[in-house]
């Protein structure tokens, strides 16, 4: 069967505001702006010559750190690992002042590799939970308060509202929102993955469940946790970290042990 050049989905635009224009008439129910993030090779190429490699290892864990944001390049191939490498190597001649921003490269190619050698991993977990619950102890579905960013606690609702606003989250706010999900929730991984998913613009099966699987602790060998204390560390200034706030969260690693993981007996 033929199709008319009306079927065809125009690929050329005056410029973003016109493609932007085009989606919300295709796609009436869209809500919110669109993502200040901007795709192509352009836009991808300026933001691979920003990155800054050496700042990006004693500062990559804070909120306003000197992440590279080039994940969503390199999701949907627009960059490759082995271009993001060599460009890292140029800022420096000594391939050590610069090898944690490459072994982070080097995670995102062992996440690709482990999902092409076990691809069941993917949405199975790969061990039990070292929680002192088994799977059957976590709910299936993701809470709604969670899905709208409503959950009370505001450090984690100001991350929610950046990963449905903007399509990305810096990686430490990840952890955060997969932790509160997944052990102060008790909701299974494999819930929260897909949540994920629906939202990141470079949202990848492999290193995305994955990382929810090293949280949870299914692909690792304990829970990741964090506090209150932890969130003001690395975020302090950029989202709400004020105890009054944040209850949930206010709390020491050992009391927060005991009240996510009453089973296990370190947290006793």
Excluded at 9 to 32: K, M, N, Q, S, Y
Excluded at 90 to 104: G, L, N, T, Y
Aim: proline content about 4%; some cysteine; charged content about 20%.
């Amino acid at each position: 069967m033929m199709r008319s050049a009306d079927d065809v989905l125009p690929t050329h635009f005056a410029d973003r505001d016109a493609l932007i224009a085009h989606v919300r008439a295709l796609c009436p129910w869209a809500e919110g702006e669109a993502s200040p993030i901007v795709g192509g090779a352009t836009a991808a190429q300026q933001r691979l010559q920003a990155i800054d490699p050496l700042r990006y290892a004693a500062t990559r864990n804070f909120g306003a750190g000197a992440v590279s944001r080039l994940s969503p390049y390199l999701r949907h191939g627009v960059l490759g690992l082995n271009a993001v490498r060599n460009a890292a190597l140029a800022h420096d001649a000594s391939p050590m002042r610069v090898i944690k921003f490459i072994q982070e490269l080097a995670w995102r190619d062992f996440w690709q590799r482990t999902y092409a050698a076990h691809p069941g991993w993917i949405w199975q977990d790969v061990e039990a939970y070292k929680t002192g619950f088994v799977a059957d102890d976590y709910a299936d579905t993701l809470p709604q308060d969670i899905a709208d960013g409503r959950t009370g606690v505001a450090c984690i609702d100001a991350f929610i509202a950046e990963l449905i606003g903007t399509g990305y989250l810096h990686n430490h706010a990840r952890m955060y929102v997969a932790a509160y999900t997944v052990h102060a929730r008790r909701v299974k991984w494999q819930a929260g993955a897909r949540w994920f998913l629906h939202h990141l613009l470079d949202g990848d099966p492999a290193s995305n469940n994955l990382s929810w699987q090293w949280v949870a602790s299914t692909f690792s060998h304990k829970p990741y946790t964090f506090n209150l204390d932890n969130v003001r560390k690395y975020f302090g200034g950029l989202v709400d970290t004020s105890p009054a706030a944040n209850v949930a969260l206010d709390a020491s690693y050992e009391a927060l042990a005991q009240r996510w993981f009453p089973n296990l007996e370190g947290a006793r």
